[in-house]
């Protein structure tokens, strides 16, 4: 929408031009004039809403996704909206309405999903501001895999209204809409906003003084059989901080090895098919695929996609496949659900109010293209915090020897979001923050 967006950007010349002082307009428009990119998912008035289902080609948004219409009652100008991964249940952003996005710093590498285009526009300097959206780690995958930060809030705190697909029954409580920003001074700025009167939940006011922080440190997830081992770089990198909050700040970070870790895909998986306190169950996939048409039958999709006929990628195929699986043991799901409310207290337990976690974002730099089909389970490292409830900022630390992204994962118990966005803001400094793709 760069026409509306010139024309808005015109308004807003003329708002300043005739404003006797700005200290009115900063506080009544916070975000005043800044151009801000919107995951396709989210309505945005005038704009495409696929979610790049190829059913939803010509659905146009009528209205603003609430988050959206914050944004820009903040004064915030959105330019378009941005790619994602079929229906926002995927990590690499491929879809059959637009195709796929490629890495700003390598375009034989994915940008991650769903948000992944945020990702990757934020990335290439083409706006500031991200909307993105978290069930798994849509908005902490793309923001490692392209060198930026993202902040998934704790649970409650934003509204996820005006997106599709939204959650329904039990998955209410792990979907999670918050900013992606290239600098970590932003990620509070724009929660302020998206979250609205939600912001009273948070301690956002509250004075953090980095000294006090208890900080633990977890190197992987204990080796689960599903998930490739983290790769070297990225532990590296996790020693570089552990060894800089030590040598700086003067703290002791603690080495923890949390046993239920190693189950998270199992956990997430369990706990998503999972049915709510009033026993509604979980929306299937595959009727979302078939969008209020006909529920979509992943076998006979897999056999017109091996001759080219589907309208549907491999990985949402494959993702309608395992619901059907999932339903075959009851008895060992409602296993995993119990270990996972168990890893949730935990989990509290151990951060409390002043803890801060330090854990990867993914176990590998951002993947070449296709390749996530063969490491599908890969995402279990942002997905188990969506299911634990609990707040994650991802940051940024510099570049692999290939000249990929690196990053963390800071995490913290339930309603200190406050604490990771202080960390990244001082992680920022010490590491350099997003680094301009092409630059090395």
Known sequence: RFEE????ARQVDKLLSESPGNDY?????????VPITVK???????????????NRRNVVATSDATVVSRLKQAGAIPLGVT????LCMWYESSNRVYGRTNNPYDLQRIVGGSSGGEGGVLAAACSVIGVGSDIGGSIRMPAFFNGVFGHKPTTGVVPNDGQFPN??????SYLCTGPMCRYAEDLELVLRVMAGPGINKLKLNKKVSLEKIKFHCMDHDGGSVFVSPVDKEILQAQKKVVEHLEGELGVQVQRVAIHKMKYSFQIWSAMMSSTDSNGQEAQLFTDLLGDHGKPVWPLWELMKWLVGMSSHTLPAIALGLTEKLM?????????????????????EALLGPDGVLLYPSHP????????PICTPFNFAYTAIFNVLGLPVTQCPLGLSSEGLPLGIQLVAASYNDHLTMAVARYLEKAFGGWVVPGKV
């Open 83 to 86: 790619n994602c991964s079929e």
């Open 40 to 54: 396709e998912a989210f309505s945005l008035h005038g704009m495409p809403n696929t979610s790049g289902l190829v």
């Open 364 to 371: 590998t730099v951002a993947p070449r293209h296709h390749s």
């Open 5 to 8: 967006a010139l024309q808005e």
């Open 25 to 33: 307009l900063e506080e009544k428009f916070p975000l005043l004039g």
């Open 167 to 172: 959650a329904r029954g039990v998955r209410t």
């Open 327 to 347: 339903k075959l043991n009851p008895g060992a799901n409602a296993k995993l659900v119990s270990m996972g409310k168990s890893l949730q207290e935990e989990m």
